[in-house]
């Protein structure tokens, strides 16, 4: 009987026996969490577990468990994953709604390029590299690459074959007799010589008008050549004249730009004429050789009068001198920090001045035709020259002259855009879209 009443007292308080033990579970000290469980394993009873955290899932931890056999690697997937799928989603609808909304404003921004129609291109394969951005073209390596067509055509007749015969045979004679050095009279420069009056009117031209886009050369330096030869300083047959053919160069040669530029003046034959002369003078003394600030500055100017002339094939000559003549500057170590060498305030100006004017009008030609520069970014570290032209304008600030301009924007924006965006690997279109802001904003 006593039996009986005792276990029918343990079979009433049961219900209550296993309220107690709910609770337990619920505070995670009694009973193993449903993870654990679930595997066999052993379980602290701890919220969260060791095991659960060790493995990962501590989120779940004591009620929840993981979807059976979704693992990726060594990492669980857990059931609640669900709404990280939900956000990539919404994120593939956005990206698709963003690329319709990218291809219709390229659609009404588009830039139509009409095709050539001769018969020589339609075997042409379609040029790749080609990115619109709005007015404009980006056509990165293979910009200006249609000038190579023009080399499988015949040779335009130049603007001066009707030039004067006498000074053609002239020039064609010592040009034939460079090819022996040192046996060239060096009267016959001196002779041929142009007219004082046309020297002196075509020089005022010069730094009046387009002295300005060149540089490089100072009016003082010229005008002090000119009067050294008109007004017999130096004998065209002392040793004197002969240290200074490559100054007769310079001055040669900003004659003849001056008359190709001049519109008042209809000497293109003359000006030809003379760019002859200064390649013959800088053959003659050994330039390459022997390069100075003198060669260079020569250089630059029949850059400039190839990049002015209108036959098809000149901008590929003036390419080319510009290139010749940055070589020279790096010869000399123009294109080095100077700061620490032992030289005068007015050398360093000078160089700086050459150097920069050089580099700008190589970047010019390498931006045009879609080739590189001759300089590179990684070692190029000459300093600006000083600005001695900048002025003050009404308002009292001041501000830059051209050539300083030129400087700064060749300096902070060309050298290292035309590094980025004419390279021989592809051109990303955040590269592009990053260029374009300095180019517009430099000041």
């Not at 074959?161 to 000074?167: H, I, L, T, V």
Request: net charge neutral; with cysteine.
């Amino acid at each position: 009987m006593h039996i009986m009443t005792t276990t029918a007292a343990r079979t009433g308080d049961a219900p209550a026996a296993r309220r107690r033990t709910a609770e337990t579970r619920d505070k995670g000290t009694t009973s193993s969490c449903a993870e654990c469980k679930r595997l066999r394993l052993r379980c602290d009873k701890k919220i969260p577990c060791i095991t659960c955290t060790r493995r990962g899932c501590a989120s779940i931890c004591p009620h929840e468990t993981l979807v059976k056999g979704v693992v990726q690697g060594k990492r669980l997937v857990l059931t609640t994953s669900r709404q990280l799928y939900d956000k990539i989603d919404a994120m593939r609808k956005r990206v698709v709604e963003l690329q319709d909304a990218i291809e219709r404003m390229d659609d009404k921004k588009e830039v139509r390029i009409a095709s050539l129609s001769s018969a020589q291109e339609d075997g042409l394969p379609e040029l790749v590299g080609k990115l619109a951005l709005e007015h404009e073209v980006f056509f990165g390596p293979h910009a200006a690459s249609e000038l190579f067509f023009f080399y499988d055509s015949s040779p335009p007749t130049p603007s001066w074959g009707n030039a004067k015969p006498r000074r053609c045979i002239l020039s064609q004679f010592m040009a034939r007799r460079l090819a022996m050095p040192g046996v060239v009279d060096v009267a016959q420069l001196f002779r041929v010589l142009p007219e004082e009056e046309i020297v002196r009117s075509s020089l005022a031209y010069f730094f009046e008008n387009v002295s300005w886009i060149f540089g490089a050369v100072s009016q003082n330096r010229v005008n002090t050549l000119a009067d050294a030869y008109y007004k017999g300083d130096l004998c065209p047959l002392t040793e004197a004249f002969g240290r200074q053919r490559r100054n007769y160069a310079v001055l040669v040669m900003s004659v003849a730009v001056a008359l190709v530029l001049d519109p008042h003046v209809e000497a293109v034959p003359d000006a030809h004429h003379y760019y002859t002369l200064a390649s013959v003078a800088l053959a003659y003394d050994e330039a390459l050789e022997n390069p100075d600030l003198d060669a260079i500055w020569t250089l630059h100017l029949m850059a400039w009068f190839m990049h002015l002339d209108g036959n098809p094939e000149s901008m590929s000559r003036a390419y080319s001198l510009a290139g010749l003549a940055s070589r020279l500057c790096q010869n000399l170590g123009l294109h080095r920090d100077d700061a620490g060498w032992n030289l005068p305030s007015e050398a360093k100006q000078e160089r700086r001045q050459l150097v920069w004017d050089v580099l700008w009008h190589d970047l010019c030609l390498a931006k045009t035709l879609g080739r590189p520069s001759a300089f590179s970014l990684h070692h190029f570290d000459a300093r600006l020259p000083y600005d001695t032209e900048a002025y003050l304008d009404d308002e009292g600030v001041w501000k830059q002259s051209f050539a300083a301009w030129n400087h700064c924007f060749a300096s902070a924006v060309m050298h290292r855009v035309h590094a980025e965006a004419f390279g021989a690997g592809s051109v990303t279109r955040d590269t592009v879209m990053d260029s374009k802001p300095r180019r517009m904003d430099h000041q």
